[in-house]
């Protein structure tokens, strides 16, 4: 037995240990939100047991590898009974216990495992619907299925089915081509289901051929014809399903989903506006611009001819090979700007491991100003461009539209989000990717920044100003377009007209716009999101007094969501299991 020569020692020890671990449950109940929440376990095997259904009952690629498809009748109905064994799980769940944090989680994941049911819902009435144009589907589908546990088959009768489903497809494409009610959703539906039954045709074949002897003997010649059919009526669908080119000058594709579809988009966004009350927004910002714009024209001397005072500005472009300097210049005076007013704290090592990387050419037709993320792309002229490319590219991409627009892309903007969206709470970044808070955040910087002075000279509120502007007429032409009232072309020129976009520069954003893909909310989620964001600094900065630095890096650490749920968390709101959009974030005059 071992006696202490210093009892009192002992005893302020063990006093010690207990004020130490009282001291750490008092800190992990106090920062526990900070990085989970109980929702997060099912948040994340919710992801995994759909992509789980989504490997299996999916084509599966020769080797490893998971392909994309469109997903068959049966996956489509694994996955429904998925959904709704989560939202039972959510039912089940004591949502009364949650704090705030906990309740944005359950609200989201609830409404994600809805809105991914609404679309399987949809998908799977298009399929009953368009069954005249897949006669040939169960067919290739039961075959894909017989073949995920490796059941032995019949090689001269495989052959046989495959002989008689080349005549089904053709007959599919005869069908096609004498119907002109099919609208361009349902095209573009049958396309990426012939394209998936293709990819899981292949994965039978590939599965096959070569070691069955049968199969081998048999398969290979009617396999081909059947793929060189299903190829053939995807062309056809190519060819009826293509984004609409407009006749009018412009030659940009598009297609305007109507009123109705982005009225739900919105409220699918948790963005208690619509798309009308979007524009009226729009036109009163755009109007304050103006103003601001006019200031800096009198400013340089042009006094209301702001065309010429921004004439000057394009013509301040820094000569070839020279813009990469410019950028790094650009990138610390917005540093310095940051810490100068004590904004926020940048880790070191997100300042240190940005890149950067010059855009090709190619991307530059529909990316003519830089881009970011974890690295900045910068645009600027090539010498495969004709003198005028290059010269648009250089005044489009002068100094003073740069200003603004180096943090956006980098720090504290989308290279920042990449950093600690890897960082804090990562469970939300896949699972609840929006726009609003992508592009808000970023272009709430810029907004900010105006406000605080950054821009010290007429030249550089001129070129803030620009982007603003830009972001204006993001929300105006992407929504006219999609009412169906504007044509791109009427788009490319309310860029020229009213923002003072080169002509090459406004062609590549509208057609950015319309062809990429972003779909139809992504342009005029940058200035909604970031008024959005603006409202809640008002509130909680400006009003209650929270610091610059404790307000955003309470943001960024929140991770993707919708701003209304934001917002919710950092005032603590008590949120109904059902919470829908209500926010009005927006002053109109």
């Given at each position: 037995m071992i006696i202490s020569k210093h009892p009192i020692t002992t005893k302020t020890t063990i006093c010690l240990l207990l004020l130490f671990f009282s001291t750490m449950v008092n800190a992990q109940e106090e920062n526990l939100y900070d990085h989970t929440t109980p929702i997060e376990p099912l948040i994340i095997q919710y992801g995994h047991d759909v992509q789980a259904i989504n490997y299996f009952y999916g084509p599966m690629p020769k080797g490893w590898g998971f392909q994309q498809a469109a997903a068959s009748p049966e996956q489509v109905q694994r996955l429904l009974e998925i959904d709704q064994s989560y939202l039972d799980k959510l039912k089940a769940f004591p949502y009364n216990a949650l704090e705030t944090n906990g309740q944005v989680d359950y609200i989201l994941l609830n409404r994600k495992v809805?809105?991914?049911?609404?679309?399987?819902?949809?998908?799977?009435?298009?399929?009953?619907?368009?069954?005249?144009?897949?006669?040939?589907?169960?067919?290739?589908?039961?075959?894909?299925?017989?073949?995920?546990?490796?059941?032995?088959?019949?090689?001269?009768?495989?052959?046989?089915?495959?002989?008689?489903?080349?005549?089904?497809?053709?007959?599919?494409?005869?069908?096609?081509?004498?119907?002109?009610?099919?609208?361009?959703?349902?095209?573009?539906f049958l396309k990426e289901v012939v394209e998936s039954l293709k990819l899981r045709l292949s994965s039978v074949y590939d599965f096959y051929n070569g070691y069955d002897p049968m199969f081998t003997w048999w398969v290979p010649e009617p396999y081909q014809h059947l793929s060189a059919r299903l190829d053939q009526y995807i062309t056809a669908l190519e060819g009826l399903g293509e984004h609409r080119v407009f006749d009018d000058g412009s030659q940009i594709g598009g297609n305007p989903i109507g009123r109705d579809a982005l009225n739900k988009q919105l409220k699918d966004e948790m963005v208690a506006y619509t798309a009308d009350e979007l524009l009226r927004l729009a036109d009163q910002e755009f109007a304050w611009c103006q103003a601001e714009l006019l200031k800096a024209s009198r400013d340089m001397g042009f006094g209301d001819d702001w065309k010429a005072a921004q004439e000057k500005v394009k013509n301040a472009y820094v000569p070839a090979g020279k813009q990469p300097e410019l950028i790094l210049k650009l990138y610390n005076t917005a540093q310095e700007f940051i810490k100068e007013h004590d904004l926020m704290d940048i880790p070191t090592l997100a300042d240190e491991?940005?890149?950067?990387?010059?855009?090709?050419?190619?991307?530059?037709?529909?990316?003519?100003?830089?881009?970011?993320?974890?690295?900045?792309?910068?645009?600027?002229?090539?010498?495969?461009?004709?003198?005028?490319?290059?010269?648009?590219?250089?005044?489009?991409?002068?100094?003073y539209?740069?200003?603004?627009?180096?943090?956006?892309?980098?720090?504290?903007?989308?290279?920042?989000?990449?950093?600690?969206?890897?960082?804090?709470?990562?469970?939300?970044?896949?699972?609840?990717?929006?726009?609003?808070?992508?592009?808000?955040?970023?272009?709430?910087?810029?907004?900010?920044?105006?406000?605080?002075?950054?821009?010290?000279?007429?030249?550089?509120?001129?070129?803030?100003?620009?982007?603003?502007?830009?972001?204006?007429?993001?929300?105006?032409?992407?929504?006219?377009?999609?009412?169906?009232?504007?044509?791109?072309?009427?788009?490319?020129?309310?860029?020229?007209?009213?923002?003072?976009?080169?002509?090459?520069?406004?062609?590549?954003?509208?057609?950015?716009?319309?062809?990429?893909?972003?779909?139809?909310?992504?342009?005029?989620?940058y200035l909604v999101g970031g008024l959005q964001l603006m409202a809640i600094k008002n509130e909680l900065v400006d009003e209650g007094g929270m610091s610059y630095k404790v307000f955003h890096d309470r943001v960024i650490k929140e991770n993707y969501m919708p701003m209304e749920l934001l917002r919710a968390i950092l005032i603590k709101q008590d949120l109904s299991p059902n919470h829908e959009a209500k926010w009005k974030f927006y002053n109109f005059k």
């Open positions: 809805k809105q991914h049911i609404e679309h399987l819902l949809d998908k799977k009435k298009q399929h009953e619907r368009l069954g005249n144009y897949l006669s040939f589907a169960e067919e290739i589908y039961a075959l894909e299925k017989q073949r995920r546990r490796g059941t032995t088959i019949e090689g001269e009768k495989i052959a046989e089915d495959l002989n008689a489903l080349s005549q089904k497809v053709q007959q599919a494409e005869k069908a096609l081509a004498e119907d002109t009610s099919l609208i361009f959703e349902d095209i573009l491991t940005w890149g950067m990387i010059m855009m090709t050419p190619e991307r530059q037709l529909v990316n003519p100003f830089f881009t970011g993320g974890r690295e900045i792309s910068i645009s600027y002229p090539t010498d495969g461009m004709t003198h005028e490319q290059k010269r648009m590219s250089m005044r489009g991409n002068n100094p539209f740069s200003y603004p627009t180096v943090q956006h892309e980098l720090n504290p903007g989308h290279h920042l989000q990449y950093f600690m969206n890897r960082r804090h709470k990562p469970y939300r970044e896949r699972a609840f990717n929006t726009p609003f808070w992508t592009e808000g955040w970023t272009l709430y910087w810029e907004l900010l920044l105006y406000d605080l002075g950054y821009a010290k000279t007429p030249e550089e509120r001129i070129g803030m100003l620009f982007w603003r502007m830009h972001r204006c007429a993001r929300i105006t032409f992407s929504i006219k377009f999609h009412l169906g009232e504007w044509t791109p072309q009427q788009c490319i020129d309310y860029l020229v007209d009213n923002v003072g976009f080169e002509v090459a520069n406004a062609h590549g954003e509208v057609k950015r716009s319309f062809e990429a893909n972003y779909g139809e909310l992504y342009q005029l989620a």
